[in-house]
């Protein structure tokens, strides 16, 4: 797939800008995560500034593993449809889709043309030295794209070396990193004070608040699959209240509502199923 440039180039920065300046607010950026056009215009109704993808969202999506570099086209094609989209946009693009750091800066320059502004790079606990070679071609690549760089040692292992992990993407030029699975918040705010550029970390049901994240300097609140997997879990209990005879509760979007969320153009036609 090839991607074309859907916005100016000085339309793409002032957008990068934004988005960067997000992470400086002075309060956390809460970035819901979307795995398709209408999750992803659902919740900017919801006022969000800024929204994410999932790539296990995505992967489900089509059918497709998570975390194993196979949904490199169902995430430029997302990108593509929401890049143009009012609101600015993050891309979690698991590790690149490619240890070959040209193929990643090849791929982010791609996101970046078709309107994204943000990148979210996963090491898996794989060479640090890789992951930083991919953050420093993706800089050059794309300079304006706000690199989130993310290291799986509390989300993969037990924690151990996620200082070096982190100075070394932060040396690469990443413009943030992103420690998911850490939920103790002496270590988070042990974190903030090392660091120089925003942290980012996964909002987890068992941890810590968003007013609590806050308070100890918390730049960036992700949902990751959150959003994807309640959405399952919502479809799955309206059907088991549906077959035990009991009306499904919480709030369930009218037809038009969701129709609504297509672009213009892309809409139901006239006599259309409404099913």
């Known amino acids: 797939m090839t991607a074309d440039p859907q916005q100016k180039p000085s339309g793409r920065a002032a957008a990068a800008t934004a988005f960067a300046a997000l992470h400086h607010a ?11 056009h209408a999750s992803a215009r659902a919740l900017a109704g919801q006022g969000f500034r800024a929204v994410g993808t999932t790539s296990l969202g995505v992967a489900a999506a089509a059918g497709l593993p998570d975390g194993a570099a196979a949904t490199r086209e169902e995430t430029l094609r997302l990108a593509m449809a929401l890049g143009s989209e009012p609101f600015l946009l993050s891309v979690d693009a698991e590790g690149g889709f490619s240890d070959d750091p040209d193929e990643v800066a090849r791929f982010a320059r791609e996101l970046y043309a078709v309107g994204a502004v943000g990148i979210n790079l996963e090491d898996g606990l794989g060479p640090a030295v890789r992951h930083a070679a991919k953050i420093a071609a993706v800089k050059r690549a794309a300079p304006g794209l706000f690199v989130n760089a993310r290291t799986d040692t509390h989300w993969l292992g037990d924690g151990d070396g996620t200082l070096a992990r982190l100075d070394a993407y932060r040396q690469a030029g ?8 850490l939920t103790d918040l002496r270590a988070i705010e042990a974190l903030v004070r090392h660091l120089d550029v925003p942290l980012n970390v996964l909002y987890s049901p068992g941890g810590p608040t968003v007013p609590h994240l806050a308070d100890v300097g918390v730049s960036r609140i992700s949902l990751g699959s959150l959003l994807y997997r309640r959405a399952l879990g919502a479809a799955l209990e309206a059907v088991a209240d549906l077959s035990a ?19 213009p153009g892309r809409g139901p036609g006239k006599g259309q199923s409404q099913e």
């Open 26 to 36: 002075g309060e956390p950026l809460l970035l819901p995560n979307a795995w398709d």
């Open 174 to 181: 990443a413009d943030g990193v992103f420690v998911p699975g």
């Open 245 to 263: 005879g009991r009306t499904p509760t919480g709030p369930t979007p009218s037809y038009d509502e969701v129709a609504g969320l297509a672009s």
